[in-house]
């Protein structure tokens, strides 16, 4: 059974880099043909995806986020990981990170990191 | 960008009934569409993928329909722990990413 675990800071401040980390358990995050992806859902609203990287290390990001996203991988540690730059208040949201199937959808979740941006 | 709207914003429903939920993609996404439930505090719970296949331990009450840009979730007699939000998602290959409709809670009437 496929595991993943968010962690970084809980605060972060205005114009700074936003940081977290997901750890895949259960399951080599290089074998097999999936998407490893990032989704934030702020406090009362819905989720909004931010990116996702393939196995092969191909990146897609959304479109409204791609100028401060970068999302790699390091397979030695089975993580993969989130950079957010330049935040600001809006970007105050659960952060989870998630598996996603080709043609599949996303079947695994973790279990989400609040992260506040605030100084 | 594909854009995913879902209606209504609020289902009033008894234990019981039946419910429907709408989703509409902005152009068509084939059968690349899944469904979530979320309940407070939770991450989301795959039901539905591929438009109408549910997900391995999803009980037979959901179903999904639809292909193109209108789809729909039917629950079909709503038990306690249905009640929830529920996002409808797309997955279309191309443009390559992924968008959520903006929900639908399903509340107790």
């Known amino acids: 059974q496929v595991q993943l675990q968010e962690s970084g800071p809980g605060l972060v401040k205005p114009s700074q880099t936003l940081s977290l980390t997901c750890t895949v358990s259960g399951g080599s995050i290089s074998s097999g043909s999936y998407y490893w992806s990032w989704i934030r859902q702020p406090a009362g609203k819905g989720l909004e995806w931010i990116g996702r990287i393939y196995t092969s290390g191909s990146t897609n990001y959304n479109p409204s986020l791609k100028s401060r996203v970068t999302i790699s991988v390091d397979t030695s540690k089975n993580q993969f990981s989130l950079k957010l730059s330049s935040v600001t208040a809006a970007d105050t949201a659960v952060y989870y990170c998630a598996r996603e199937t080709p043609g599949m959808a996303t079947l695994y979740w973790g279990q989400g990191t609040l992260v506040t941006v605030s100084s | 960008e594909i854009v995913m709207t879902q209606s209504p914003a609020t289902l009033s429903v008894s234990p019981g009934e039946r419910a429907t939920l709408s989703c509409r993609a902005s152009q068509s996404v084939s059968s690349n569409l899944a469904w979530y439930q979320q309940k407070p505090g939770q991450a989301p719970r795959l039901l539905i993928y591929g438009a109408s296949t549910r997900a391995t331990g999803i009980p037979a009450r959901f179903s999904g329909s639809g292909s193109g840009t209108e789809f729909t979730l039917t629950i079909s007699s709503l038990q306690s722990e249905d009640f929830a939000v529920y996002y409808c998602?797309?997955?279309?290959?191309?443009?390559?990413?992924?968008?959520f409709g903006p929900g639908t809670k399903v509340d107790i009437k």
């Open positions: 998602q797309q997955y279309n290959n191309w443009p390559p990413m992924v968008t």
